[in-house]
Every structure is written in structure tokens, then in C-alpha cells.
């Protein structure tokens, strides 16, 4: 069995983490879940949305890579892919799994992982429409503000040169085209297993 990561990537509001959650609702792909140092949103969980640690804990992982990002540290981490590998045991797609992390993570995915971590990146046509997203999934208007400012968020934004033809683009305009898209995407990397 093959291993393979779906590495979705993009700037906060692009829809990441909605298309990660259709690619485990529809195929049954587990998520790796990630490491932050930033509090629970709404109803976030502990364990299903991200690990949620303080600072001496997050030290003890060991990670793929990791950022810091507004004042908070994310990472992925060795432990959790083997816990999405072993979860995707009992599922359709053995050895399939998804992730989502900033384009830096990407970039340090594809160099670590080579071809078994297939890059996604999702964007939009609109740069209101990131800003909607945010408030809809109710940031605050002054770390929007922060965020939509940053360096991070403007790097975010475009595919960098380091993944140009090495990923998927897909933009998150309207749902049903979305959907589509990453329909096809997913029935091409089934071909190449």
C-alpha cells in the first residue's frame, strides 16, 4: 500500500479546511491533526480540530514543520501523520490521508515527502471574499484586520515558485465548481496509485 498525503495549502479564507473536511466526508480521508498554541474557535475540539497546547507542550513534538503566525505557533508533526496513516486502515482508501497547513508547510511536505504528498492550493478570484470568510467564521474584526495585513497572509495568497507545477490549483469561488474540481483531482490520484 501506498502512502500519499493530500496537501491542501492557501491563504486563511481560501476554504482549506472546507475542502479538507468534503475529501473526509465524501471519501473518508482522515486529517492530520495539527499542533496550535492558539485558543479553541467557537466549537472547536481538542483532538478533532487541532491539538490545542501551551507552549511547553508544543515543544514536545516532533514536528515536519512548523510556523509561527500572529503571535501563535502551528506545526504538523510525525505522530499525527502516523495517526492519520493508521486510521486510514479501516477506510475505502488505505493509505490516503489530507492535511492543511500554510504554504511554507507545503513547500517543506513536498521537499520532505517528494511525490507521495500531492499539492492542492486553494484560492479565490476575490480578495473580499477571504475577508467574508474570516467574519463568518467568526475572527475577530481587529485580528482580521491583523491577519489580512500580515506578510504571511500576502505570502499565502499566491502559489509560490516552489510548487509552480507541482500543484493543483483549485479556486473556491462557488461550492458546486469547487466540488467538481476536487472530484477530478481525486479520481486522477486514485489513477496513479
Do not use: C
Request: glycine share 6%; charged share 35%; hydrophobic share 30%.
Amino acid at each position: 500500500m501506498e502512502k500519499r498525503v493530500i496537501v491542501i495549502t492557501g491563504a486563511s479564507g481560501a476554504g482549506k479546511t472546507t475542502v479538507a473536511n468534503y475529501l473526509t466526508d465524501k471519501y473518508e480521508l482522515p486529517k492530520v491533526i495539527t499542533h496550535t498554541t492558539r485558543r479553541p474557535r467557537g466549537s472547536e475540539k481538542d483532538g478533532v480540530d487541532y491539538y490545542f497546547e501551551d507552549q511547553e507542550s508544543f515543544e514536545k513534538n516532533h514536528f515536519i514543520e512548523r510556523v509561527e503566525f500572529s503571535g501563535k505557533k502551528y506545526g504538523s508533526s510525525h505522530e499525527g501523520l502516523d495517526r492519520a496513516f493508521e486510521q486510514s486502515q479501516n477506510t475505502p482508501h488505505p493509505g490516503l490521508i489530507v492535511i492543511v497547513v500554510d504554504t511554507v508547510g507545503a513547500i517543506t511536505y513536498k521537499n520532505e515527502l517528494g511525490s507521495t504528498a500531492d499539492i492542492w492550493f486553494i484560492t479565490t478570484s476575490d480578495f473580499e471574499e477571504f475577508k467574508g470568510r474570516l467574519v463568518a467564521r467568526g475572527d475577530k474584526p481587529e485580528e482580521i484586520e491583523a491577519r489580512t495585513q500580515s506578510e504571511e497572509f500576502e505570502r499565502d495568497m499566491v502559489l509560490p515558485a516552489e510548487l509552480q507545477e507541482k500543484a493543483s490549483i483549485i479556486y473556491n469561488d462557488a461550492w458546486d465548481d469547487t466540488t467538481k474540481r476536487v472530484d477530478e483531482l481525486f479520481k486522477k490520484l486514485l489513477e496513479t496509485l
